[in-house]
C-alpha cells in the first residue's frame, strides 16, 4: 500500500508541474538535481558543466511541462535528458581538444610570419585586457593553470582551497574568454602559450 501510495503522490506533483506550480517544481529539483548531478560528474569529471547540465535539463523541464506524461516513468525521462546532453558535452569537449591541437600545429608553424606574428600580439593584447576583468582569485588560479601548467591539486595546495573551488574558478575564466573572443578563442589558447612567459 506504501508503495502505491508514493506513486500517486509522484503523479500528483507532476500534474502539479504540468499546471505551472512552482513549488511543485521546486520540489521535483530538490528530488532529483543531486543524483543527476553525480551522475552527470562520473562521466565528465567536471563540477561546473556537470552542475550546468543539471540547470539546462530542469530549465527544460519547465518549458516543455505541459506535455509531459505522468503515467510514464519521470525518473527515466530525467535521465534520458541528462544522458543526451552529457553524451553532447562529451562530444564538444573531443572535437574542441582535437581542434585546438590542429590550431596550435598551425599556428606555431606560421608564428614566424611577420604579419601573423602581429595579429597574434595584437590578440594577446586583447586577452591581457580580458584577464584583468577578472577577479582576482580567478585571474590567479587561470594564470596558474593556463600558464605555469600548474594541475589543478597542486594549485588546490599552493592556494589553500578545495579543488571544486578551483575546477570552477577556471572553467568559470574559460567561459568569459570565449564569450568575449568568440571565434578567436582557439587562437588566444595559443597566444597564452607562446606569447606569456
Known amino acids: 500500500?506504501?508503495?502505491?501510495?508514493?506513486?500517486?503522490?509522484?503523479?500528483?506533483?507532476?500534474?502539479?508541474l504540468k499546471e505551472g506550480d512552482i513549488k511543485a517544481y521546486?520540489?521535483?529539483?530538490n528530488y532529483y538535481?543531486?543524483?543527476?548531478?553525480?551522475?552527470a560528474y562520473s562521466y565528465l569529471k567536471n563540477p561546473s558543466e556537470s552542475e550546468e547540465i543539471v540547470?539546462?535539463?530542469?530549465?527544460?523541464?519547465w518549458e516543455i511541462r505541459e506535455g509531459i506524461d505522468e503515467?510514464?516513468?519521470?525518473?527515466s525521462f530525467l535521465y534520458k535528458m541528462t544522458v543526451n546532453k552529457v553524451y553532447n558535452q562529451m562530444k564538444h569537449q573531443v572535437v574542441e581538444q582535437k581542434y585546438e591541437k590542429?590550431?596550435?600545429?598551425?599556428?606555431?608553424?606560421?608564428?614566424?610570419?611577420?604579419?601573423?606574428?602581429l595579429q597574434y600580439k595584437e590578440l594577446n593584447q586583447k586577452i591581457q585586457v580580458l584577464l584583468e576583468?577578472?577577479?582576482d582569485q580567478q585571474r590567479n588560479i587561470f594564470n596558474l593553470s593556463r600558464i605555469?601548467?600548474?594541475t589543478n591539486p597542486k594549485i588546490s595546495e599552493k592556494l589553500g582551497l578545495s579543488i571544486r573551488t578551483v575546477e570552477n574558478q577556471i572553467y568559470r575564466a574559460t567561459k568569459y574568454l570565449k564569450q568575449h573572443l568568440k571565434e578567436e578563442y582557439h587562437l588566444a589558447v595559443f597566444c597564452l602559450l607562446y606569447f606569456i612567459k
Open 55 to 61: 540547470q539546462e535539463v530542469f530549465v527544460r523541464i
Open 148 to 150: 605555469e601548467g600548474l
Open 26 to 29: 521546486e520540489h521535483i529539483y
Open 102 to 117: 590542429y590550431l596550435m600545429n598551425y599556428y606555431q608553424a606560421s608564428a614566424n610570419l611577420p604579419e601573423e606574428s
Open 1 to 16: 500500500m506504501e508503495a502505491k501510495k508514493s506513486t500517486n503522490i509522484s503523479i500528483q506533483l507532476i500534474q502539479r
Open 133 to 135: 576583468k577578472l577577479p
Open 33 to 39: 538535481s543531486e543524483s543527476l548531478y553525480h551522475f
Open 71 to 75: 503515467n510514464k516513468s519521470f525518473k
